[in-house]
């Protein structure tokens, strides 16, 4: 008799399985890990608040890059409309810009995910609480919490599926990935105004006495991680991510170890022509009879339209530039000693000696993306900016784009074009 009643008296604490299995995710008992908690989400909150601002701006950067207002061949998302407001002429130098701020966006974007999958889990009970909406204020807040999450979620995916796919993103990455990041965009700039006021308080001064942590567990299981063990698996996911994709950007083992990216395995031999290709020669059926003695560039301007030959090309003065290529999926190459005509000498023997126009490159590939780019006047006047017949000290190979290829200062791998049949100035 007495047995039972003590029996009893435990119950309430918690309750019989049956009851447990009734609970839904709305109620907050339902939600059992001791990690949550004000504090944890305010960390991890302020580590997105610095590195989703860095991958913004990067990302915002990527894009004027490519100089998109130019020309169409540039413009991945002709529909931006009032989206491409700050667009301007992306610089020629340091001539290591994009290598700096693409190999920034991608990595950043990498070693963000477990933090971003952490402060997702951490308020994971919130997205389930009733009712829907409390006030018209709360309404909106949720509002922007699903641009937020979904926006997030979206840009990171298509983000990481084009830096593993490798040329082959299904649709429009450019599309996706630029509409997403201006969903995520708004709904960040109100998460951080209604949230970072807040998240900074209980970093600075905790959580004041005698109120009740809005985001940990009314009835924890007892712990088997301390929060702080739990952010320290969280960095040691980023850590890892970090050192198995940072080295994309640098050459040597670095690059070896960058594990999980298509380009950063690959070791590219030996020989001048040795650094990373993205697509090669074969890929684009274009075979050493395109590119060889009956090929001819094609130049357009002012002064009508002529052929060159190789020999020809090489007749002209030659000028060296040390450049890297810089690709928008993250990975890059040391400075390479380019070998060509500069762009400004072909504009003055097109008709435009003074002040060199823009100019658009068309490639003999007559199939696929990134056949064409425009370059703006102030990267064919930078006395860096190639056609490109040589490499390290050796004629181009046919994956780097032989005969001819564009390079240009700080410019987007994209508008490196390879394999150049025509170069129209004034065109832009
Ligand atoms: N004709 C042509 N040129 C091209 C491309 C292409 O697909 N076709 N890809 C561009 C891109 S996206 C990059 S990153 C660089 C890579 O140059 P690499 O293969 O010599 O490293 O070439 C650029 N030039
Ligand atoms: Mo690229």
Redesign the pocket.
């Known amino acids: 008799m007495s047995e039972r009643r003590r029996i009893r008296v435990r119950l309430p604490a918690l309750p019989p399985p049956s009851l447990r299995a009734l609970r839904t995710p709305a109620d907050p008992a339902f939600w059992r890990s001791p990690v949550r908690g004000a504090r944890f989400t305010a960390v991890l909150g302020v580590i997105l608040l610095v590195g989703l601002t860095l991958l913004s701006v990067t990302g915002l950067l990527s894009y004027a890059a490519y100089n998109p207002d130019l020309h169409p061949v540039n413009d991945k998302t002709p529909g931006k409309g009032r989206l491409g407001f700050y667009l301007f002429a992306w610089p020629t130098g340091p001539h290591w810009l994009y290598r700096l701020t693409q190999g920034l966006h991608v990595t950043v974007g990498i070693v963000l995910v477990p933090v971003l999958l952490a402060k997702l889990w951490s308020v994971v009970p919130r997205l389930f609480a009733l009712p829907p909406a409390r006030s018209a204020a709360h309404a909106l807040e949720r509002v922007s919490l699903l641009l937020l999450v979904g926006g997030a979620l979206f840009t990171f995916l298509t983000g990481l599926l084009n830096i593993q796919l490798d040329y082959v993103f299904p649709g429009s990455f450019y599309a996706l990935h630029f509409y997403g990041a201006w969903v995520f965009l708004a709904g960040f700039v109100a998460h951080v105004a209604l949230k970072a006021p807040q998240a900074v308080r209980v970093l600075r001064r905790g959580i004041p006495r005698g109120e009740p942590d809005a985001l940990a567990a009314p009835a924890p299981l007892p712990a088997t991680l301390s929060r702080r063990g739990a952010l320290a698996v969280v960095g040691a996911g980023s850590l890892l991510l970090l050192v198995t994709s940072a080295g994309r950007s640098f050459d040597g083992p670095l690059r070896r170890i960058a594990l999980l990216t298509p380009r950063g395995g690959t070791d590219p031999g030996p020989g001048p022509n040795a ?5 090669t020669a074969a890929a ?1 059926r274009i075979g050493p009879a395109d590119t060889g003695e009956r090929w001819r560039l094609t130049v357009r301007g002012r002064a009508g339209e002529f052929r060159l030959s190789l020999a020809e090309l090489l007749a002209m003065e030659q000028h060296s530039a040390r450049l890297p ?1 810089a ?2 999926e993250g990975w890059s ?1 040391s400075d390479q000693l380019w070998r060509g005509v500069r762009l400004a000498d072909l504009a003055a023997l097109a008709g435009h000696p003074d002040r060199p126009p823009g100019v658009l490159v068309e ?1 003999l ?1 007559r199939s ?4 064409k780019a425009a370059l703006r006047d102030n990267q064919v006047r930078d006395a860096r900016s190639l056609l490109a017949l040589e490499v390290n000290g050796a004629p181009l190979s046919l ?3 032989c005969p001819a290829r564009i390079i240009v200062p700080a410019a987007p ?2 508008l ?4 150049v049949e025509t170069l129209t100035f004034g065109e832009p």
């Open positions: 650094f990373p290709v993205n697509k684009v290529i690709c928008v190459t490639s590939q696929g993306s990134f056949r994956d780097h784009g791998g994209v490196n074009t390879k394999w």
